[in-house]
């Protein structure tokens, strides 16, 4: 960016959004708090990012940011993607506000397809960048009719559709986005993670979901039950690689396959990036 | 030993720099002015204002230049700008009646009162490359302007209206929802309807419109009227206590006249599509009529054929390029993720089948037991 | 502050400010029970400090806003034009409702949202003499265990809770303390369950 735009970015009001839109957004998450799972439509703004590459998390962050806050923004569990990169520039520049690559230290994570390992406390809240956010899209495409099927709690369709999975793979074949039942009443998508994440859904957290091109806002406050959708003789498996990262050696984190050269060779390394660099970093000062 | 990839943050600003070089193309050629990309280019103009949703033709010229011609780009510019704007208040709903006219047509009558206006149109043009243009320098003939009307046109549809053999278009007075401020929510009324077409992409509506005429949830249209002009913007003033006209814009208004073949209750009478676009865009004001009258049909009684251009949530959940062309392109980024833990599924699916294929071989009774 | 002007007692830096505001009404709906700071505003008598910043907060023209009891008066309704532009409307029509919990009875006048949109609902604003972590037992979406907090009653609470994922949602305010009870907590009385 010139100096000509960064002073440009001055002429914005804290966090980019006008008040307006921030007390809409902030509205629409409360609504969301008090009806877990639950997909509270909102009018998303157009942003200065493209639809689909986190508006909604975006602007999910803003209208809860403060200046005090700390943010980490992660894509596929990494702070130094490039979408994660531009994020994070976006809130330095319109918030002026501190940033981190360190879980713990984060007050804010916006992430995308990821929860990282660490669990996260009371004082922290994740914000997910959501695609699609009705979990029954697939099945149907039309919106009035899932909200119809959401209203009267009608979700055998669902419950169709991965045992059809069963009967022909003999397994669950969704590996990601994996769909969940909020408090025993939402039937509620968990945005593109890979299943190993579900576990961590319950969490002492916030979690409110942003989608900004389908115009949604969806949360999970803390403590709340959330159970992956299953069946008693085929019970919901979050497995993941069976392999130790080669980096830290972990064997319980979720791994990248990564392609080392063109003769079949590969590795896997930790997809939480902090995960791994803090794990290095204690194994270093213990050494 | 492998180092994960860092300098995500660098990288981006390199490609920043160098898109910027490549804007500017080379140097040893002149760089383009806002204003001959307004004055020139004004048809682009016209079109990236409609579909951003804001009439501005120094800021659509330099959104254009910015995003190298690439008009879904510089649509998303103008929205990204648009939304950031404060709102002072809502006009007066414009009066078309009223509008000076460059261009003014009907295909449903040979001549009508307010004239046939031919105007500036390609539509009698000899679509043959003119290499005079490559030359620069040469001014175009001065076209003969004939005399200016004053008083109003009035529209075509007007003269069928007074037979009663056009439906009437009540105003029911109501404000009408605004889509740029609320989610956009089905059932839509017509207003949701005409908003979400009016800036939702040329290509997409034309293809909609298209549609029907090939017998997609066919209905007939002429071109009863298309319009192309400046209107005045009033704004009331309540210190004031009347409107003012604060500024003018050009639009491009097509009503269309359709059959339709009465009921039971209703004698017969021909009923309405109707399109309104910032800007000269003939083409997108015919379609965004077209596909208006299509998604009429529920109120008018007809059936639903199961056509794409009848279904609204179909036409309005995918009209929008800004959104279309963000989600399509967000598969650019990384999906690593997601793909891992599709790519640990069918491993773990084919070495089950490959184990269950090797029971099945190695049991020497598996035949006589099928 | 009786003699406050409807042009005072807007935030001192709103973007920040609110944005501060939000934070402490959006984790006391988030953990309900909990009782969060919240400040900056003032609005004319009675309105707390509470009560004045989450409306500046959450309220705007977009909204319409129910004033009951002692909270519907001139300096108010002129606060509110002034600061807010929310649309003054009838209990049953409004977004959101400030007063006394005497004063917004019949609370099963307010807004529960419809089936397929709960999210159209009443907030409702209950000023309170205090807030105290005792009192009626919470448990629920965002509680860990249980939680307490000193509720004017049991059983409308109760009721709300039987429509979800319809109901009301609220907040409570005293002085510069606010917390919330979201329709989805379930509400027993501590005292009855001790007793038994």
Redesign the interface.
């Known amino acids: 960016m010139t100096a000509q735009a960064a002073a440009a970015m001055d002429d914005y009001n804290f966090a980019y959004l006008d008040e307006q839109t921030k007390r809409m957004i902030r509205r629409a998450i409360l609504k969301g708090l008090a009806v877990p799972g639950y997909q509270v439509p909102f009018a998303s703004r157009e942003m200065p990012m493209p639809y689909g590459w986190g508006t909604g998390g975006v602007q999910v962050s803003a209208a809860v940011m403060t200046p005090d806050d700390t943010i980490k923004v992660i894509d596929q569990g990494a702070d130094d993607t490039t979408n994660a990169v531009s994020i994070r520039k976006f809130f330095e520049r319109t918030a002026d506000i501190d940033v981190t690559e360190r879980t713990s230290e984060a007050t804010i994570i916006q992430t995308r397809h990821r929860i990282p390992e660490e669990l996260l406390n009371e004082d922290q809240i994740l914000v997910y960048q959501v695609p699609i956010p009705e979990p029954m899209r697939f099945i149907e495409p039309r919106e009035t009719e899932t909200r119809k099927m959401h209203a009267l709690e009608e979700y055998g369709l669902m419950h169709v559709r991965l045992y059809e999975n069963i009967a022909k793979h003999g397994a669950i074949t969704t590996a990601y986005a994996y769909p969940v039942k909020v408090e025993d009443r939402y039937v509620m998508d968990p945005s593109p993670i890979p299943k190993f994440d579900n576990p961590k859904l319950e969490s002492e957290a916030i979690q409110i979901f942003g989608a900004g091109r389908e115009q949604r806002i969806y949360a999970v406050p803390p403590y709340t039950k959330v159970v992956s959708l299953d069946f008693d003789d085929y019970p919901f498996d979050p497995s993941k690689a069976n392999h130790p990262c080669a980096l830290c050696g972990s064997v319980t984190s979720y791994l990248d396959e990564v392609i080392v050269d063109d003769k079949g060779g590969r590795m896997f390394v930790c997809s939480d990036t902090d995960y791994c660099a803090s794990r290095i970093r204690r194994q270093e000062q213990a050494a | 030993m492998y180092v994960a990839v860092k300098g995500g943050e660098r990288a981006i600003d390199n490609a920043h720099t160098w898109l910027a070089e490549e804007r500017r193309g080379d140097i040893s050629v002149e760089e383009l002015s806002i204003a001959q990309i307004r004055e020139q280019l004004a048809l682009a103009v016209a079109r990236v204002m409609a579909e951003g949703s804001l009439f501005d033709p120094d800021l659509a010229a330099l959104a254009i230049k910015q995003a190298r011609g690439d008009m879904i780009e510089a649509v998303f510019l103008i929205r990204a700008f648009r939304t950031t704007l404060p709102r002072f208040g809502a006009s007066e709903p414009i009066d078309t009646g009223a509008m000076t006219c460059d261009r003014r047509i009907s295909a449903t009558f040979k001549d009508v009162p307010g004239g046939q206006v031919l105007g500036p149109t390609f539509d009698y043009t000899h679509r043959l490359i003119d290499f005079t243009l490559a030359a620069t320098g040469e001014l175009p003939p001065e076209a003969q302007a004939g005399e200016p009307r004053t008083e109003p046109t009035p529209h075509v549809t007007e003269f069928l209206d007074r037979e009663g053999l056009i439906q009437t278009e009540e105003d029911d007075t109501k404000t009408p929802r605004d889509l740029t401020r609320e989610p956009l929510d089905f059932p839509a009324d017509r207003p949701l309807r005409l908003q979400a077409i009016a800036r939702g992409d040329e290509g997409f509506i034309l293809s909609m419109a298209y549609s029907t005429q090939r017998g997609y949830g066919r209905n007939h249209p002429f071109v009863g009227e298309l319009r192309v002009g400046q209107v005045a913007i009033e704004m009331d003033i309540p210190e004031l206590g009347f409107a003012i006209d604060i500024g003018e814009v050009t639009i491009t208004e097509c009503e269309t006249v359709n059959q339709f073949m009465g009921s039971k209750s209703e004698p017969p009478q021909f009923t309405r599509g109707y399109g309104l676009v910032f800007g000269h865009c003939e083409r997108k004001a015919i379609s965004m009529a077209l596909v208006d009258r299509a998604l009429r049909w529920e109120e008018l009684g007809e059936d639903n054929v199961g056509a794409p251009a009848q279904d609204v949530e179909f036409v309005l959940s995918h009209a929008d390029n800004v959104q279309a062309t963000g989600f399509l392109e967000h598969i650019k980024l990384p999906h690593y993720v997601d793909f891992q833990s599709e790519l640990e599924l069918i491993r773990k699916l084919r070495a089950e089948a490959e184990t269950a294929k090797a029971e099945e071989d190695a049991s020497p009774f598996q035949e006589a037991a099928e | 502050m009786d003699t406050q002007s409807s042009y005072e007692g807007a935030f001192a830096s709103?973007?920040?400010d609110?944005?501060?505001a939000?934070?402490a009404?959006?984790?006391a709906?988030?953990?309900p029970g909990t009782i969060e700071a919240i400040a900056g505003a003032r609005a004319p008598e009675p309105f707390s400090e509470a009560a004045a910043s989450l409306l500046l907060?959450?309220?705007?023209p977009?909204?319409s806003l129910y004033l009951a009891g002692e909270h519907d008066n001139e300096a108010a309704r002129a606060w509110v034009g002034f600061h807010i532009g929310a649309p003054l409307l009838p209990a049953d029509r409004a977004d959101f409702a400030v007063g006394t919990w005497g004063a917004l009875q019949p609370v099963s006048a307010y807004k529960v949202g419809v089936?397929?949109?709960?999210?159209r609902?009443a907030?409702l604003i209950v000023e309170m003499p205090s807030l105290e972590r005792n009192g009626a037992q919470l448990s629920?979406?965002?509680?860990?265990d249980t939680a307490n907090l000193n509720l004017p009653e049991i059983g409308a609470f109760q009721a709300n809770r039987r429509l979800?994922?319809l109901g009301f949602?609220c907040f409570f305010t005293s002085g510069q303390s606010i917390a919330a009870l979201?329709?989805?907590t379930r509400v027993s009385d501590l005292s009855a369950e001790e007793a038994a």
């Open positions: 709103p973007p920040t609110s944005a501060q939000f934070r009404a959006m984790r709906m988030a953990r907060t959450l309220c705007d977009d909204t089936a397929e949109y709960p999210d609902a907030t629920g979406p965002g509680i860990k979800f994922p949602d979201p329709r989805s």
